[in-house]
Structure formats: C-alpha cells, structure tokens
C-alpha cells in the first residue's frame, strides 16, 4: 500500500461480482487518494481489464473513454433477456434443435463493421438525466435509440450444445460504445431463437492487454502506477517540445507548430516530462487539456 502512488493509471483485472465504482473504492484505499476514476464500466457479471487513473491522470480518462477494446464472450443461444444477459428474467426457450454450426457462424458474420446498434435497456447511458438502468429497475419502459458502432473483429471460437442451449465463444474487437449484450441480443434474434450473454471479459483497452493486469490481491501486496508520462506516451501520438514551446505550455498558449496528427497528442518538454494534450488548429497547436502550470 502507499498514501503517495503518485499520479498515473493502474490497469486491474476486474474480478466477477464487483461494480467500476466497487474497483475505483478499492484503489482510493489503496493509493491513499480519493482522486482516483475509472475509464469505461464493466458489468458487475463481467471481469478483465479496467483502466484507473490516479490523481492527475484522472483527467486522461475523458481522453481515453474513445479507445478501442477487446472482449471474450459467450452468448447462449434459444432464449432472450431482459437485461440481454444471464442476470435477468429469461424469455420462453425456443428451440434450437435444427440449429447448425454453419448457421451460427453466417450470422455471426453480419456483426463485422460499421452498425447501427440499440443498446441494452439496462446500460448506464442516460436519460433525461437518469441512468436507462435505474429507470428500468423504477418499472418504466426505456427504448434507447440506435447508436453508430464499429465492430472491427468478430471472430467465432466455439460452438458447441449444452442440452437444449446452443453456447457460442466470441471474441470481439470493437469501438467505443458497442454492447456486447446487444450483439448477444441481436445474434439471437437473426437465428429466431433468442440469445443472451453469459460470460464476459474485456481483454484489452487501448493498449493496455490483459497479460499486464493486476488483481486486487496483487495491488494490495504492491500497489504501483505507471506513470503519467509513460502511460501518455503509451496512449496518444507524442511530440517533444524545446524549452520555448514547453514553457508557452503551462501558460496554455496556442504553439507555432505541427503536430503531424489530428490529436489528441501529449507533448512533453526536453526532459521527458509530459505536459499537456494539444490538437492541430489550423498552422498552430491549441491545448486540450494542460497537465502542468
């Protein structure tokens, strides 16, 4: 344990049966900090990778919230939910019985690319200023409007039946935004015998893979960060500034400059140390979000 980690992101593997927030009260302990958020919620049911950032790297997160991520899942097939997972109320089982392997795998296919997705009833996106989830717990009917998404990889490992249940492993490669509950939901509904997601865990953030990800029981043995300039480096294209440029930065000023990317991109001064994310503004750089004065 240490009351000064310092400022920097901690990648956790999410253990089954905590909230985001249960993880983020966690680490405040640990880290000795209340300054610590999370960047992307996981499910209670749902385990890998959960992106903290403490201290000042909290103000990365918003920054990092558009990354790409990487899940597997199982969905069970011949049967919908109401939360599109095995936490809610089965629907009627419809039978899977002439259901084949080549069926599940064509319909798999038409996940891949640009879609238009309706999220799961039970999310956290809000409405009129009250999370979907509450108000479906509240007893009210929330139909959410489709959102764009992009699934980049939907690969299809197992298929495989379990009495009257069909159970297929996926992995995911994805933007942003895209429910996996959802493409359990719908994969469901394009076979005609409804589906529903029984296990999930989210392999990558960004560039932040499993394989790196330390348990609870780690952290409370050692907790450490990586630090803010090593994980902006890891995540946004870099630029380093010469001394001029890099005092211009702590006043928040516009600089003289190229960045060679749209940005967000994290520049540091001559020493290495990270100072703010800038983005291209026409023949100059303006800041984003400055991370020393």
């Known amino acids: 344990m240490s009351a000064a980690a310092g400022s920097g992101l901690v990648v956790v593997d999410k253990p089954a049966g905590l909230t985001s ?65 095995a936490e809610g109320q089965l629907g009627e089982p419809l039978s899977t019985a002439l259901l084949t392997e080549d069926d599940v795998r064509s319909a798999a296919g038409r996940f891949v690319g640009a879609l238009e997705q309706v999220p ?40 495989r039946r379990d009495g009257p249940w069909v159970d297929v492993d996926l992995s995911v490669r994805c933007s942003s935004g895209t429910y996996i509950r959802a493409i359990a939901r719908d994969l469901g509904a394009a076979l005609g015998v409804g589906g529903h997601l029984t296990a999930l865990r989210r392999t990558a953030v960004g560039p932040f893979r499993l394989d790196e990800a330390r348990s609870l029981e780690q952290l409370a043995e050692t907790f450490e960060v990586l630090d803010l300039s090593a994980a902006a480096r890891r995540c946004f294209p870099s630029v380093d500034l010469g001394a001029d440029d890099a005092r211009a930065v702590g006043f928040g000023r516009a600089l003289a400059i190229d960045l060679g990317a749209e940005g967000p991109v994290a520049v540091f001064d001559p020493d290495g140390t990270f100072l703010a994310l800038y983005r291209q503004q026409g023949e100059s750089a303006v800041a984003v979000a400055v991370f020393v004065s």
């Open 21 to 85: 927030h249960d993880v983020v009260g966690r680490v405040r302990r640990l880290a000795g900090t209340r300054k610590v958020g999370h960047a992307g919620t996981l499910d209670p049911m749902a385990t890998g990778v959960l992106l903290l950032g403490v201290e000042r790297a909290t103000r990365l997160l918003g920054h990092l919230m558009l990354t790409e991520k990487a899940y597997d899942a199982t969905v069970r097939l011949g049967a919908g939910s109401s939360t599109d997972d």
């Open 120 to 159: 799961s009833a039970v999310s956290a996106i809000k409405v009129d200023g009250k999370r979907a989830y509450a108000r479906v717990r509240d007893g009210e009917d929330v139909n959410l409007p489709a959102r764009s998404v992009t699934v980049h990889e939907l690969l299809v490992t197992d298929v």
